[in-house]
């Protein structure tokens, strides 16, 4: 009969656990979107020909990402590969580490010639960079979505970008405009940001992404006007509004005959607007 001892034992139990959490690693890092995991906040739904659920922290970054690609006036297509590239990278967070000296949204490296380590963790910076550096890409507009990521980013897991591809054409879809009423963030009783302060980074950050005019806050200063050319631009603000209601403090957000409430958190029908501007308001300062 074979006795095993207390320290065989235990060293067999470690083995059993290493291995176990390698395979709990590798399956996440190549099938995780399929598995639906937890995520530590789920507060904004994104319907757009497909669902996409994402936080609040990662919805402000998407639809960063995409406002800069359209004022870059990249194809849509492009949009789709940037949102894949940082679904992968980063799962669209700005973090302030990765492999080596990688970094943000895009895990764009210093010593590789993307930035300073404060420009790169800038998303319209580094949404910048990674547009200026597929462009460059001869013929990427034909490529799979995770081809063309590829030639940008040179990553050791090539194939890894197309998994993202359907998630990134709901984004995609929803942020430019071609979906009404998409996107559908809760805020939390506690923003971020109020009064004054709110509006007036809200209006930055609207004029910044989109490249608009500078734009004003209404006269008591929590609310703010948006002019849209036409409902597809209408839908592009409002829905980066409501992607930035947690970050800038946002409690309505209005276009056309729909609006989106912070309490309740959708879109709302109400007495038709003309469809040729957004207005949204702020939470007072307290």
């Known amino acids: 009969m074979r006795v095993r001892t207390r320290a065989a034992i235990v060293a067999s139990g470690v083995a059993v656990c290493v291995l176990a959490l390698l395979a709990v690693w590798f399956v996440t890092k190549q099938f995780g979107h399929h598995l639906r995991l937890p995520l530590a906040s789920r507060t904004c739904t994104v319907q757009a020909d497909g669902e996409v659920v994402l936080g609040a922290d990662q919805m402000a970054n998407a639809a960063t990402i995409a406002a800069i690609g359209a ?53 319209r910076y580094a949404a910048n960079k990674f547009y200026a550096a597929l462009k460059k890409v001869k013929g990427w507009e034909r490529m799979r979505v995770t081809e063309a990521a590829q030639r940008v980013q040179r990553s050791a897991y090539p194939e890894a970008y197309q998994k993202w591809a359907d998630e990134s054409q709901v984004l995609t879809r929803a942020l430019l405009g071609d979906a009404t009423g998409a996107v559908a ?66 409690k309505r957000v209005r276009f056309a005959n729909l609006e989106w409430t912070a309490e309740q958190g959708t879109w709302d029908r109400v007495k038709g607007d003309p469809a040729t501007q957004v207005l949204a308001e702020v939470f007072a300062a307290t």
């Open 71 to 123: 004022q870059r006036r990249m194809p849509e297509r492009a949009v789709v590969v940037a949102l894949a590239t940082a679904y992968q990278e980063s799962h669209l967070r700005n973090i302030a580490h990765g492999d080596r000296d990688s970094l943000g949204l895009f895990q764009q490296r210093p010593s590789q010639g993307w930035g300073t380590p404060e420009e790169i963790q800038d998303p």
């Open 185 to 250: 963030c809760t805020v939390g009783s506690t923003p971020t940001m109020r009064g004054p302060a709110a509006a007036s980074a809200l209006l930055e950050g609207l004029t910044l992404d989109w490249g608009l005019p500078r734009l004003t806050a209404g006269t008591d200063l929590t609310g703010l006007t948006v002019p849209a050319g036409d409902e597809r631009a209408g839908w592009r603000y409002a829905h980066w509004l409501v992607s930035h209601a947690d970050d800038h403090g946002v």
